[in-house]
């Protein structure tokens, strides 16, 4: 491009010089520098109020909207963050984008349907609502988090979530927080580490201990399997009627895989003199899983503990506590048969070889 200071130095030349433009006469239409945006106070529309892109956005006070309600105006920020200050009225409507990711330290956050956010951070205080899609991964460390939407992956370490929508990758759980997975929840990966996981109607795909699981109730599963670094242990609640045994927590569509974990019963609702009045009570591990499960590595199962009125029962192989068996397909039974002296002797002896055993692992 010519200005009038070349054009005349070049006529002045005949026309025959080559212009060299430097960079002061250069103008770069397509390069838009990021700037820091704060809000204190009000409601700012970005596409209205104020025409902001790329820029970084931090809320102190009011509320942020970023595009127009119904998309007839979309935007596209950086990163917003909510303070402690902010209102509860903050959003990305639809066809609008962030591109980074939302840190919610107070007030709220809604990411509209047909929204779209790279990612998400919620703190102890904050509110973050999804009908939208969070292309990365969401962190929830407090506050509450209400997803109808998509998820990539989610990892919770504390707070709430409640989810009727989507999680398409891994969504990982630990420390104290608490999941409810409502009907039309679904997660695709469930790696359980700690926490209160609650079934309210939704699916998961594979699920995975590595921790504790307490006393979780997870409903429906395609697979199960226990994690490589951890001692999973699944904690199932049984109760007896007349029917027999009634198990809740867990049913598995697929495949079991008990390999590298092991379980935890606890029965109720017997009276105390159940084990001296009472034999011949069985129940097998498709009870526990569901008729449809293909258990697998049962031979390989690190423990069974059963536990009722206080007291604990080993389970392992094919006498792993004081009355109860479990035999190569699964089936378990109980018998109130006192032992042989002799028998005392080899179960004294076995115990005392275990013991020794998980000594040269460790």
Request: charged share 10%; net charge negative; hydrophobic share 35%.
């Given at each position: 491009?010519?200005?009038?200071?070349?054009?005349?130095?070049?006529?002045?030349?005949?026309?025959?010089?080559?212009?060299?433009?430097?960079?002061?006469?250069?103008?770069?239409?397509?390069?838009?520098?990021?700037?820091?945006?704060?809000?204190?106070?009000?409601t700012v529309i970005n596409g209205v109020t104020v025409q902001w892109g790329q820029d970084d956005v931090i809320v102190n006070g009011g509320n942020f909207?970023?595009?127009?309600?119904?998309?007839?105006?979309?935007?596209?920020?950086?990163?917003?963050?909510?303070?402690?200050?902010?209102?509860?009225?903050?959003?990305?409507?639809?066809?609008?984008?962030?591109?980074?990711?939302?840190?919610?330290?107070?007030?709220?956050?809604?990411?509209?349907?047909?929204?779209?956010?790279?990612?998400?951070?919620?703190?102890?205080?904050?509110?973050?609502?999804?009908?939208?899609?969070?292309?990365?991964?969401?962190?929830?460390?407090?506050?509450?988090?209400?997803?109808?939407?998509?998820?990539?992956?989610?990892?919770?370490?504390?707070?709430?979530?409640?989810?009727?929508?989507?999680?398409?990758?891994?969504?990982?759980?630990?420390?104290?927080?608490?999941?409810?997975?409502?009907?039309?929840?679904?997660?695709?990966?469930?790696?359980?580490?700690?926490?209160?996981?609650?079934?309210?109607?939704?699916?998961?795909?594979?699920?995975?201990?590595?921790?504790?699981?307490?006393?979780?109730?997870?409903?429906?599963?395609?697979?199960?399997?226990?994690?490589?670094?951890?001692?999973?242990?699944?904690?199932?609640?049984?109760?007896?009627?007349?029917?027999?045994?009634?198990?809740?927590?867990?049913?598995?569509?697929?495949?079991?895989?008990?390999?590298?974990?092991?379980?935890?019963?606890?029965?109720?609702?017997?009276?105390?003199?159940?084990?001296?009045?009472?034999?011949?009570?069985?129940?097998?591990?498709?009870?526990?899983?569901?008729?449809?499960?293909?258990?697998?590595?049962?031979?390989?199962?690190?423990?069974?503990?059963?536990?009722?009125?206080?007291?604990?029962?080993?389970?392992?192989?094919?006498?792993?506590?004081?009355?109860?068996?479990?035999?190569?397909?699964?089936?378990?039974?109980?018998?109130?048969?006192?032992?042989?002296?002799?028998?005392?002797?080899?179960?004294?002896?076995?115990?005392?070889?275990?013991?020794?055993?998980?000594?040269?692992?460790?």
């Open positions: 491009m010519l200005n009038l200071f070349n054009l005349g130095q070049w006529a002045r030349n005949g026309g025959m010089t080559c212009v060299t433009l430097t960079a002061a006469m250069f103008v770069a239409s397509s390069a838009v520098a990021q700037e820091r945006r704060e809000i204190n106070e009000g909207q970023n595009g127009m309600i119904g998309g007839s105006i979309t935007r596209e920020v950086t990163n917003v963050t909510l303070n402690a200050g902010a209102g509860t009225g903050s959003s990305n409507q639809q066809g609008s984008t962030v591109t980074g990711s939302v840190d919610v330290k107070g007030g709220a956050f809604h990411n509209v349907a047909g929204g779209t956010v790279g990612a998400f951070n919620l703190s102890p205080g904050g509110g973050f609502t999804n009908d939208g899609t969070v292309t990365g991964t969401g962190t929830v460390s407090g506050g509450v988090l209400n997803n109808t939407g998509a998820v990539s992956a989610l990892t919770q370490n504390d707070g709430t979530v409640h989810n009727s929508g989507k999680i398409t990758g891994v969504t990982t759980l630990s420390g104290t927080g608490t999941f409810n997975n409502r009907s039309g929840g679904t997660l695709a990966e469930l790696m359980y580490n700690g926490g209160t996981y609650n079934d309210q109607g939704g699916t998961i795909d594979s699920l995975t201990l590595g921790g504790n699981t307490g006393a979780a109730n997870f409903g429906t599963v395609n697979s199960l399997s226990f994690s490589d670094t951890g001692s999973g242990i699944l904690g199932i609640t049984g109760t007896w009627s007349e029917n027999g045994f009634d198990f809740a927590g867990i049913n598995v569509s697929g495949t079991a895989n008990l390999m590298k974990g092991g379980i935890a019963l606890n029965l109720v609702g017997y009276e105390n003199d159940f084990f001296a009045a009472d034999n011949g009570l069985s129940f097998s591990l498709n009870d526990l899983f569901g008729s449809s499960a293909d258990i697998v590595g049962m031979d390989s199962l690190a423990f069974f503990a059963i536990s009722f009125d206080g007291k604990d029962y080993m389970v392992n192989g094919d006498d792993f506590g004081w009355g109860w068996r479990m035999d190569e397909f699964g089936n378990v039974s109980y018998s109130n048969e006192v032992p042989e002296p002799a028998t005392l002797v080899m179960l004294g002896l076995g115990l005392t070889g275990l013991g020794l055993a998980r000594r040269r692992r460790k």
